[in-house]
């Protein structure tokens, strides 16, 4: 085991957290082999109509007897249905974004539930822990999917939040690829790691094989943001990204851009293999992947690279380094 806070807050065996990530965790697989490996697995409740959220649940609930999470951006029309439903099936671990945790921390606090926040800056992270949460998921510029608007690095930021609150549980997340990139966030001052893109590159994961064949393409440059002013992204460059950027560095204005942001979607990428014209959402870690391996076995490898990396400063501290291992 590798404790820290979160571990023993969450009952885990290693602090690794699987993102939330919409239809490629909108299902049980993914998230079932995590937290059967002993990570947080996380259903991505984003995208899932009703019904199938349901299922999802009691596949869960039957599926592990070890801590599982659902992420639920609070922007959702019908957010108000979601929460109660998940009132009657209530998850171990609840991770809330995109919205103020007031809005379902003592209703799901009530019923056991640990609270996880999502936040992109050191001013939110301090409102997050005023208010009650349990945890802080914190995410950098390098993260595929939804990036902070300041485009603030997950190194700086992480350190940053810890600083400020250092009596929440913080999950870094944001170009962690190995367990390399957990032992640098643990040193500064986090209590686990999310990691996104490496799991979309496991074979649970529920999205079209021409997408993770872009994510494996993709060099450490391969990814751009676009989109600002209408929900920036995170995505691998595409024709939609190079539209986007030609758009965007012309100085068009937002509402004569919408029309081409929101007519390419994560759908159509993630389900149906759009990977020229649609919102292949990755994050920088993407240049560091080269394979494709059961969730399981991803959980085992962070575990045994995060015990070398601490090895190797073992090493560094009394003199006599050895060479870093490469990320896989």
Same mark, same amino acid.
């Given at each position: 085991m590798i404790?820290?806070? *979160?571990?023993e807050l969450l009952g885990l065996d290693v602090p690794v957290v699987q993102a939330g990530m919409s239809w490629v965790s909108s299902s049980s697989a993914l998230p #079932? =082999?995590?937290s059967n490996a002993g990570g947080l697995g996380v259903v991505a409740a984003? %995208? $899932?109509?009703? %019904?199938? #959220? @349901?299922?999802? *649940?009691? @596949?869960? +609930?039957?599926?592990?007897?070890?801590?599982w999470a659902v992420n639920l951006p609070l922007h959702r029309q019908d957010v108000g249905d979601v929460m109660d439903l998940l009132e009657r099936r209530p998850p171990p671990v609840l991770v809330a974004s995109q919205g103020g945790p007031k809005r379902y921390l003592d209703r799901f606090r009530a019923l056991g539930t640990r609270c996880l926040h999502v936040v992109a800056g050191a001013e939110h992270a301090r409102k997050a822990a005023d208010a009650g949460v349990d945890g802080l998921v914190v995410v950098g510029a390098e993260a595929g999917g939804?990036?902070? %608007? !300041?485009?603030?690095?997950? $190194?700086? *930021?992480?350190?940053a939040v810890a600083t400020e609150v250092p009596e929440v549980p913080v999950v870094a997340?944001?170009?962690? =690829?190995? !367990?390399?990139?957990? +032992?640098?966030?643990? +040193? #500064?001052? =986090?209590d686990g790691a999310q990691f996104g893109t490496r799991f979309l590159l496991s074979s649970e994961a529920s999205v079209h094989p021409e997408y993770q064949a872009a994510v494996l393409a993709a060099g450490i440059d391969g990814t751009r943001t676009v989109g600002r002013g209408l929900g920036m992204i995170r995505a691998i460059t595409n024709e939609f990204t190079e539209r986007m950027t030609t758009l965007e560095e012309a100085g068009v204005d937002v509402e004569d851009r919408r029309e081409v942001f929101h007519g390419a979607t994560l759908r159509d990428a993630a389900l149906h293999g759009d990977v020229r014209g649609g919102k292949v959402e990755a994050g920088q870690s993407a240049g560091l992947l080269h394979d494709l391996r059961p969730a399981a076995e991803l959980v085992a490898r962070i575990r045994a690279e995060y015990e070398a990396a601490v090895a190797r400063l073992t090493q560094v501290a009394i003199g006599t380094p050895e060479a870093p291992g490469q990320a896989s």
């Open positions: 404790r820290t806070r *979160l571990t #079932l =082999a995590v984003g %995208p $899932m109509r009703l %019904p199938a #959220l @349901e299922r999802t *649940l009691d @596949e869960m +609930a039957t599926g592990t007897d070890r801590t939804h990036p902070p %608007p !300041g485009l603030v690095t997950t $190194m700086v *930021l992480v350190r997340s944001g170009g962690i =690829a190995d !367990g390399a990139g957990l +032992a640098a966030v643990l +040193a #500064l001052g =986090a």
